[in-house]
């Protein structure tokens, strides 16, 4: 059993599951060692590693790429491994995909925010119009060689654009066929249990700064599929 097929049987169990942030091979095996099921190569954690840098945008994907391969290598687990952007319009996720496959990720996500962008709990990120987003999100899933490899969708407009344009938006990416819908920066509790009841897909949360610390449990209860810590 591949390691795509693993993660997408292990989302659809019902069951919350958590993947630690890690950047490079050895804190994946660290995290591998102690039990996890899953692990997230967070953007910012490989910015902050390899270059000393701040995770807006200044990585590129090969940079990026060649972090999962590393990774992927040292462990047997399956990794979500961040993907930006898509690093340009639909046909640079086209490409995204292919290589993020290649390298041996099992899952990865794609945000709608402008290049370059910002980590998704600073302060002035912009977003691209909701059509481009749908786009990238068609290319996306139409081009990756296994149904098995999970795309999700991420959206950063609540910070932009407030609470029902990011509900229109996240509808919007599950229609273009996202298998999981990511609802990046959740400020509220509130917020934090509705998300999960409003799609047909599974729902990830990130427990990074802005969103309310909440035990896993809870999460769980929530109805998350996928929580990920990227500190």
């Known amino acids: ?3 795509q097929t693993r993660i997408r049987e292990r989302i659809n169990a019902g069951k919350l599951l958590v993947a630690p942030g890690i950047y490079d091979a ?3 095996k660290l995290a591998a060692g102690v039990g996890f099921e899953a692990l997230y190569m967070t953007g910012y954690g490989t910015s902050a590693s390899r270059r000393g840098l701040p995770d807006i945008g200044l990585l590129t994907m ?3 790429l060649d972090n999962v391969r590393a990774i992927a290598d040292a462990v047997e687990i399956p990794l979500i491994a961040d993907a930006d952007t898509g690093y340009g319009n639909a046909v640079n996720v086209v490409r995204t995909v292919k290589e993020y496959e290649r390298a041996g ?3 990865i996500h794609i945000e709608d925010q402008v290049w370059p ?10 977003v691209i119009p909701q059509p481009e987003m749908v786009a990238k999100l068609r290319a996306a899933v139409d081009q990756r060689s296994s149904e098995d ?3 999700i969708a991420r959206t950063d407009a609540l910070a932009v654009e407030g609470w029902d344009a990011t509900l229109e938006r996240a509808h919007a990416y599950v229609k273009a066929g996202a298998d999981v819908i990511f609802v990046e920066a959740l400020e509220t509790v509130e917020q934090m249990e509705r998300v999960p009841r ?3 897909v599974p729902s990830l949360i990130n427990m990074a700064p802005r969103t309310p610390d909440r035990p896993v449990a809870e999460l769980e ?3 998350y599929a996928i929580a990920i810590y990227p500190g």
């Open 1 to 3: 059993m591949t390691s």
């Open 26 to 28: 050895l804190t994946a």
């Open 62 to 64: 090969t940079e990026m």
């Open 105 to 107: 990720a099992a899952a």
């Open 117 to 126: 962008k910002r980590c998704g709990h600073m302060r002035g990120k912009q």
């Open 149 to 151: 490899f999970i795309i």
């Open 198 to 200: 409003l799609f047909d």
């Open 221 to 223: 209860r929530m109805g």
